[in-house]
């Protein structure tokens, strides 16, 4: 069975910066389409990133210039790195692979000063 897990989450002050990182057990994401979601409190959840399996990435417009998707097939991980971290930027991130449509259990990002 497939499982995706998120890892790298945490507190961070505004500025500051996270990677968060997306594995996979039961299969290999090198061959699929993985995407990055967040919610927030009280929101819906919404696309941050995604990265085709080419592997051509797409950031939410809103994001771009703070976030990159990138993935390393080597060790099975998709990575979120997150730069200049903003207050609104708090939610739950969540690992998503289209194929199967397939998601891990999400990790949190809170920022606080």
């Known amino acids: 069975q497939v499982q995706l897990v998120e890892s790298g989450g945490g507190l961070v002050q505004p500025g500051g910066s996270l990677r968060l990182s997306c594995s996979a057990s039961?299969?290999?994401?090198?061959?699929?389409?993985v995407a990055w979601y967040r919610q927030a409190p009280g929101k819906e959840r919404e696309l941050v990133a995604s990265?085709?399996?080419?592997?051509?990435?797409h950031v939410a417009d809103s994001l771009k210039g703070r976030f990159t998707i990138s993935r390393d097939n080597s060790k099975n991980v998709v990575y979120l790195q997150m730069t200049s971290l903003k207050l609104e930027d708090t939610a739950v991130y969540y690992c998503?692979?289209?194929?199967?449509?397939?998601w891990g259990k999400g990790t949190q990002v809170t920022v606080s000063s």
């Open positions: 990265i085709a399996h080419g592997p051509s990435a």
């Open positions: 039961g299969s290999t994401l090198a061959i699929y389409d």
């Open positions: 998503y692979r289209s194929r199967g449509g397939i």
